[in-house]
Each structure stands twice: as C-alpha cells, then as structure tokens.
C-alpha cells in the first residue's frame, strides 16, 4: 500500500520511478496497474539470466512509474538454496544496472526474514519502514530496526534508514496519540514529519487497480502521500549531495 | 378537659400547617448537595420527608425536620458471610484507580517499546 502509492507519488512528482514487488503476493505490482500478466516477468528470472533485464520492465497507470512483478512462493521455493547462497549480491547487481533509467527504485518486501526478503534488503540503498499505528507493531519497530542492522552489518554496509513512517493515523485513537508521542520523544530525525491517516479508501481502491493518489487525487490521503514523497526528495537529496538513484525498501511493520 | 383537647388539637393542626408551610419551602437540592457534603454520601437514589417536631434550641423555637435518604448500597459478602466490598462509590473509587493506573501502564508500555526502538535506530 505504502510502495504503491508512494511510487505513484513520486511519479507524478516528476521523478521517474521503478516499484519492484518483492513480496510473492504480488499486490503491489496488481495495485500499481501491471500491465502484463507474465509471472514469469520478475527480478528473481531476471537475475538468474532466465529474462533478459528490459522484458521484465513492466508499463503502470503513470507514464513515469514503471514496475516488476514479484515471483511467485513456487519459483522462490525453488530457487531458495541459491537465494540462501547468494543473498547479498543477487538482486544487487541487477538493481545497480536499472538505476541508470530511474530516479528512484522502491523494493516493496514482505514482513519476514525470508531469504528472498534478505537478498531484496541486500539490494537496497536506504530502508523506509511504513509503521501502523497499532502497539503490537510499534513493540515490534525495535526488533524490525534490529534486522535491518544485522543486515547492514553482514551484507550491505552501506544500508541507510531513510526514515519511519507513520501510518494508519487516527487522530481520535488512544493508541494513536500514544505511538506518536512515543515516537516523536524516541525515534526523533528518524521519523517523517509526514503521516499517513487511516482511511477506508485504502481498501477499496485496489479494486480500480490505481493508486488512490491517481484515483482520488485530492483527498487527504493522496494529499498526505505527497507530502512524503516531497519529505522523501529532500530527505534522499540530504544523503546523497549529487542525488544518485535511490532504493527504497518498504519493510511493513 | 374537653377545652383543653380541643387546644391540643389546634395547636398540633396549626403546628402541622407551619410544618407543611416550611416543607414545601425547603430548596431539596440543597438538602440533596448538603447530605452529600456533610454526611460524605454520593448517588443518593431520593430524599423523602419524614416527619417535624417542634424543639426549643438555645432558648429558640426550632422546627426538626426528619428526612429519609434512600440510598442504594450494595455490600459483597464472601461465601462464609465476610465482608469483601463496602458501598458502591468505593469500588468506583477503586475501579477508577485501576483504570487510571491502567492508563498509565499502557503510556508506559508504548514509552517503552519507543525507547527501545530508538536506541537500535540511533545506531543505525
């Protein structure tokens, strides 16, 4: 949810944006309004050589938002002792290639620490954690951050936090106002100033295959994703003084 | 005699008429917030006139005026007839207390797992 609309966010900002769906549900790249429904189109097919790189590049909703589908749990399974093996260099070398094309490369992952997930995180330049406003996940933030650190630490070094995002935000929630005050006194410059609000529109907007960005373009929710995506631009221009491509890794908390 | 029963009469007719003019004047929701005040009781269900006599009090005429305060108190006793519980505004005093220790388990908690994830995400 957060991939998708941050990716479209970013598109219609001008940027020309890559969502890879890392997640073998492949929702985001359905939400995103894949064009083609080749599952064999993916960046797991492509690293293993089975797929040449430019026939994965799938056509979106936004002329600016291109997308890769995810495998799916059969082709992972049986890739998993090369994911395993291989984990921190197979998706990287792809990834550094498609930078060349794109201002910014969203990698939407799964919640786990599959070895697929790890090789997607292996892949990735900075880490952007969407967090609900829900305490069970907001317990669980330290333990998520913890990964990301043994990840940095094994295999990709250069793993940055590009912030943590708030989401499902309901202003009239105790849980709510708690997790924010919490937040705000502990997780400090790591925390986007931007919100997400909770919102029944979520649900209901994959069904048009669009994200709600383009699909109810000014709301409040589509308001609030371009507000991030405008945090994230400054953010990623902070990190990076000449502004080089930027991976963005959706870990949902 | 029969002279005197009459004057008893009219004096106990005219002291029920004064009795009855002096009630109907009593402001009750005064005599409601005075009860709780001064007698510490909260959620009365009614306050119902009872009765008045005529006293002398530092030489004064003083009318006495009973009153009935029905008020509902549940009492909790264990299976062998102890008392557990008091009245019903001490639980509630009770249950406020929990519930306001609650609370602030639950900020403690959520100020917890925030201070745990910013110390990883610090040394990111």
């Given at each position: 949810m957060?991939a998708?609309?941050l990716?479209?966010?970013?598109?219609?900002s001008g940027?020309?944006?890559?969502?890879?769906?890392?997640?073998?549900?492949?929702?985001a790249?359905?939400?995103?309004?894949r064009y083609t429904s080749d599952?064999?189109k993916?960046?797991?097919?492509?690293?293993l050589g089975q797929?040449?790189?430019?026939s994965i590049?799938?056509?979106?909703?936004l002329?600016y938002?291109?997308?890769i589908s995810a495998?799916?749990?059969?082709?992972i399974?049986?890739e998993?002792?090369?994911?395993?093996?291989k984990?921190?260099?197979?998706f990287?070398?792809?990834?550094s290639?498609?930078?060349?094309g794109?201002?910014?490369i969203l990698?939407?992952?799964?919640p786990?620490?599959?070895p697929f997930?790890i090789?997607?995180?292996c892949?990735a330049?900075?880490?952007l954690?969407?967090l609900?406003?829900?305490y069970?996940?907001?317990n669980?933030?330290?333990q998520?951050?913890?990964t990301?650190?043994w990840v940095?630490?094994?295999?990709?070094p250069h793993?940055k936090?590009a912030g943590i995002l708030?989401t499902?935000?309901?202003?009239n929630?105790?849980a709510?106002?708690?997790i924010?005050?919490?937040?705000?006194?502990?997780?400090n410059?790591?925390?986007?100033?931007s919100?997400i609000?909770?919102?029944?529109?979520?649900?209901e907007?994959p069904?048009?295959?669009?994200?709600?960005?383009?699909?109810?373009h000014t709301s409040p929710?589509?308001?609030?994703?371009?507000e991030?995506?405008?945090?994230l631009?400054?953010?990623?221009?902070f990190f990076t003084a000449?502004h080089?491509?930027t991976?963005?890794t959706g870990?949902?908390? | 005699m029969?002279n005197?029963v009459?004057?008893?009469?009219?004096?106990?007719?005219?002291?029920?008429e004064m009795?009855?003019k002096?009630?109907?004047?009593?402001?009750m929701?005064?005599v409601?917030?005075?009860?709780a005040?001064?007698?510490?009781?909260e959620?009365?269900?009614?306050?119902?006139f009872?009765?008045?006599?005529?006293?002398a009090e530092?030489?004064?005429?003083?009318?006495?005026m009973?009153?009935?305060?029905l008020?509902?108190?549940p009492?909790?006793f264990?299976?062998?007839?102890?008392?557990v519980?008091?009245?019903e505004?001490e639980?509630?005093?009770?249950?406020?207390?929990?519930?306001?220790?609650e609370?602030?388990?639950?900020?403690?908690r959520?100020?917890?797992?925030?201070m745990?994830a910013?110390q990883?995400?610090r040394?990111?």
């Amino acid at each position: 949810m957060t991939a998708v609309n941050l990716a479209a966010a970013l598109a219609l900002s001008g940027h020309k944006t890559l969502l890879i769906d890392c997640d073998p549900q492949g929702s985001a790249a359905f939400y995103a309004g894949r064009y083609t429904s080749d599952g064999e189109k993916n960046l797991l097919s492509a690293s293993l050589g089975q797929k040449p790189l430019n026939s994965i590049l799938c056509g979106s909703c936004l002329d600016y938002l291109k997308v890769i589908s995810a495998p799916g749990e059969r082709q992972i399974r049986a890739e998993e002792q090369l994911l395993k093996e291989k984990k921190d260099s197979l998706f990287r070398s792809l990834v550094s290639e498609l930078k060349t094309g794109f201002d910014f490369i969203l990698l939407d992952t799964s919640p786990d620490t599959s070895p697929f997930t790890i090789a997607s995180l292996c892949a990735a330049d900075s880490v952007l954690i969407p967090l609900q406003c829900e305490y069970l996940a907001f317990n669980n933030l330290g333990q998520t951050v913890d990964t990301l650190k043994w990840v940095k630490k094994e295999f990709q070094p250069h793993l940055k936090l590009a912030g943590i995002l708030l989401t499902m935000v309901a202003t009239n929630s105790s849980a709510t106002r708690r997790i924010t005050a919490a937040a705000n006194k502990h997780l400090n410059k790591a925390l986007f100033t931007s919100v997400i609000p909770r919102s029944d529109k979520f649900q209901e907007t994959p069904g048009y295959r669009k994200p709600l960005v383009l699909q109810d373009h000014t709301s409040p929710e589509a308001a609030s994703y371009m507000e991030l995506a405008k945090e994230l631009i400054e953010r990623e221009r902070f990190f990076t003084a000449q502004h080089q491509p930027t991976t963005i890794t959706g870990d949902e908390s | 005699m029969s002279n005197g029963v009459i004057l008893s009469s009219a004096v106990e007719s005219a002291l029920k008429e004064m009795i009855e003019k002096v009630r109907a004047g009593v402001d009750m929701d005064k005599v409601r917030e005075l009860i709780a005040e001064q007698c510490g009781l909260e959620g009365i269900d009614s306050v119902d006139f009872a009765d008045g006599t005529l006293l002398a009090e530092d030489n004064a005429p003083v009318l006495k005026m009973d009153y009935t305060v029905l008020m509902n108190v549940p009492l909790y006793f264990d299976l062998q007839g102890n008392l557990v519980k008091l009245a019903e505004n001490e639980i509630s005093a009770e249950a406020e207390e929990i519930e306001a220790t609650e609370e602030e388990e639950a900020d403690s908690r959520f100020n917890y797992a925030g201070m745990q994830a910013g110390q990883v995400t610090r040394t990111f």
